[in-house]
């Protein structure tokens, strides 16, 4: 079974392309241009009313609203602290669509995962709640009843979970294993480097950046879930292509 990685803080996700940090459309919608004619919530609450039952459709199987929601209010809480800092207002309508965009992405992959009959076990999923957990520097009871309090309850992360672990496992089984050169080594290590330097500016601070000798492990796990992310993508949008996909927004 693949390790997984799966964590973003608090926040548990059903969409690995949104955990990725991209899109299936490759937009951003934070950065997207806002028309007059985009939605927008003036109260700083995300407006849900006009989601319909059914948000989506993929091969049979329906994504719904309760489904939807969770997951966009937790993408929309995100970009307003976003919007806050930069100015821009949240493109509501951008968001919903990229929210529907993930939830069908991650469905489509988690059907092919179980049509290849990827499997994975109660201890998989332990064992990565435990990692999850320790990376948001909590226990596990700690981190679980932190989603508690956020609306999703045990049975629903160890299921999105589940998820997860078996979309990693059908990448792996899709790709194989991901090489790393020495150059991507390098250009991951120059990108971190100047972004140390950069919040050293900002705070009058010196960067104190390690080697990039001390910094390899980390790196080449860093390049090597780039390039897993990018082939969930591409290959969600494959499967995409070849089937039968209604959108309801």
Same mark, same amino acid.
């Given at each position: 079974?693949?390790?997984?990685?799966?964590?973003?803080?608090?926040?548990?996700?059903?969409?690995?392309?949104?955990?990725?940090?991209?899109?299936?459309?490759?937009?951003?919608?934070?950065?997207?241009?806002?028309?007059?004619?985009?939605?927008?919530?003036?109260?700083?609450?995300?407006?849900?009313?006009?989601?319909?039952?059914?948000?989506?459709?993929?091969?049979?199987?329906?994504?719904?609203?309760?489904?939807?929601?969770?997951?966009?209010?937790? *993408?929309?809480? @995100? #970009?307003?602290?976003?919007?806050? %800092?930069?100015? =821009?207002?949240?493109?509501?309508?951008?968001?919903?669509? /990229?929210?529907?965009?993930?939830?069908?992405?991650?469905?489509?992959?988690?059907?092919?995962?179980?049509?290849?009959?990827?499997?994975?076990?109660?201890?998989?999923?332990?064992?990565?709640?435990?990692?999850?957990?320790?990376?948001?520097?909590?226990?596990?009871?700690?981190?679980?009843?932190a989603m508690n309090d956020q609306g999703t309850d045990e049975a629903r992360v160890n299921e999105e979970?589940?998820?997860?672990?078996?979309i990693e496992g059908l990448i792996a089984d899709e790709f194989g294993e991901f090489e790393v050169t020495?150059?991507?080594?390098?250009?991951?290590?120059?990108?971190?480097?100047? *972004?140390?330097? @950069? #919040?050293?500016?900002?705070?009058? %601070?010196?960067? =104190?950046?390690?080697?990039?000798?001390?910094?390899?492990? /980390?790196?080449?796990?860093?390049?090597?879930?780039?390039?897993?992310?990018?082939?969930?993508?591409?290959?969600?949008?494959?499967?995409?292509?070849?089937?039968?996909?209604?959108?309801?927004?």
């Open positions: 079974m693949v390790k997984s990685k799966w964590w973003v803080g608090l926040a548990v996700s059903v969409s690995v392309v949104a955990l990725a940090g991209c899109g299936t459309s490759g937009d951003d919608p934070s950065a997207a241009p806002t028309s007059p004619a985009a939605e927008q919530s003036d109260a700083g609450a995300p407006n849900t009313d006009d989601i319909p039952d059914v948000v989506a459709e993929v091969n049979g199987e329906q994504i719904t609203k309760d489904e939807f929601v969770p997951l966009y209010e937790t *993408q929309y809480g @995100q #970009m307003m602290m976003a919007a806050q %800092q930069g100015g =821009q207002p949240v493109d509501e309508a951008a968001l919903k669509q /990229q929210t529907a965009d993930n939830l069908v992405s991650t469905e489509l992959l988690r059907q092919e995962a179980d049509r290849r009959g990827i499997e994975v076990t109660d201890d998989d999923v332990a064992t990565a709640l435990d990692e999850t957990a320790q990376a948001s520097q909590m226990s596990t009871e700690e981190f679980l009843s979970m589940k998820t997860q672990l078996k020495d150059e991507e080594i390098g250009a991951a290590y120059q990108q971190a480097k100047d *972004q140390q330097e @950069q #919040m050293a500016a900002q705070t009058g %601070q010196e960067a =104190q950046v390690p080697s990039i000798d001390e910094m390899r492990p /980390q790196l080449e796990e860093q390049v090597r879930s780039d390039k897993a992310n990018e082939a969930t993508q591409q290959y969600a949008g494959e499967l995409q292509d070849q089937g039968d996909v209604t959108i309801n927004l």
